[in-house]
C-alpha cells in the first residue's frame, strides 16, 4: 500500500466549476500535511499547509481528518490558470524534513 | 533574491556512467534534500542534509550518495546509472532542518535537473 494515496485523474472541469481532491495517507504517526502544485515540467510548488482545524486560502480550503487518514482539497471558482497537477504530501514520521508525495491528481480547467 | 538554483538542467548519460548533479539552497538555509521524481509519479525523498550531516536516507541503493559543502550547496551523484534512474531530480532547502516545517521553516524546491540515461 503506498504511504500516501491520490486519485490521478485527470479531472476535467469548466471554468468557475468547483472540484474536490481527496488523498489518503498510511501512517498516522504523520504530523504535517501539505498540498504542492506543479506545473507540467516544473518544480511542486507549496499551495498551502493543512491544520487540523481546516484552513481556506482565497478559493482554496482544505481540510484534515486525522481519525481517517484523509485530506481534501476544495478549489471553488476554478480558473484556467489553476490546470495543474496538485500533490498530497505528508511528512515522515521519522523526520519533519522528509517529505512523502502522492503520485498527483491532474486538474484540467477548460474554457 | 535567488531561490534554489541547480545544474545541470538538462543531461544525458549512458547506462554505466556517473553523473553529479549540484544544488545551491536558498541564502542562509542550511538544510538541503534531494528527491528522484519519475515521469507520473510524485518526488521521492532521496536525503537530507543538514549542516553538512546526513539527516535522512530514503529507499535507494548505495549507488545514490551525495554531501553538502560549508557553504551549504550540495552535490548528488549517481554511479554505474541505469535506465531507470531518469528522473527529474529535485533539491529543496530550508533554513532548518530539524522541528517544524511549517510558515519560516517552507521548503521550497529547485527547478529540477533532467537526467535521461540511454
Known amino acids: 500500500r503506498k504511504e500516501v494515496e491520490q486519485d490521478p485523474g485527470p479531472f476535467n472541469v469548466p471554468e468557475g466549476a468547483t472540484v474536490a481532491f481527496n488523498c489518503t495517507y498510511s501512517n498516522s504517526a504523520s504530523q504535517s500535511f501539505f498540498w504542492y502544485r506543479q506545473d507540467c515540467r516544473k518544480e511542486p510548488k507549496l499551495l498551502m499547509s493543512?491544520?487540523?482545524s481546516g484552513n481556506e486560502d482565497g478559493r482554496f480550503t482544505a481540510q484534515l481528518n486525522r481519525a481517517s487518514q484523509y485530506i481534501s482539497l476544495l478549489i471553488r471558482d476554478s480558473k484556467l490558470s489553476d490546470s495543474a497537477t496538485y500533490l498530497c504530501v505528508v511528512n515522515s514520521p521519522d523526520s519533519s524534513y522528509k517529505l512523502i508525495f502522492g503520485s498527483g491528481t491532474r486538474l484540467l480547467v477548460r474554457p | 533574491d535567488a531561490g534554489v538554483t541547480q545544474s545541470p538542467t538538462h543531461l544525458i548519460k549512458t547506462r554505466g556512467q556517473q553523473v553529479t548533479l549540484r544544488c545551491s539552497p536558498i541564502s542562509g538555509h542550511k538544510s538541503v534534500s534531494w528527491y528522484q521524481q519519475v515521469l507520473g509519479q510524485g518526488p521521492q525523498f532521496i536525503f537530507q542534509y543538514y549542516e553538512k550531516e546526513e539527516r535522512g536516507r530514503g529507499n535507494f541503493p548505495d549507488r545514490f550518495s551525495a554531501r553538502q559543502f560549508p557553504n551549504y550547496s550540495s552535490e548528488l551523484n549517481v554511479n554505474a546509472l541505469l535506465l531507470g534512474d531518469s528522473a527529474l531530480y529535485l533539491c529543496a532547502s530550508s533554513l532548518a532542518g530539524t522541528g517544524d516545517p511549517l510558515p519560516g521553516n517552507t521548503i521550497y524546491f529547485g527547478e529540477g535537473s533532467w537526467l535521461t540515461v540511454v
Open positions: 493543512v491544520y487540523s
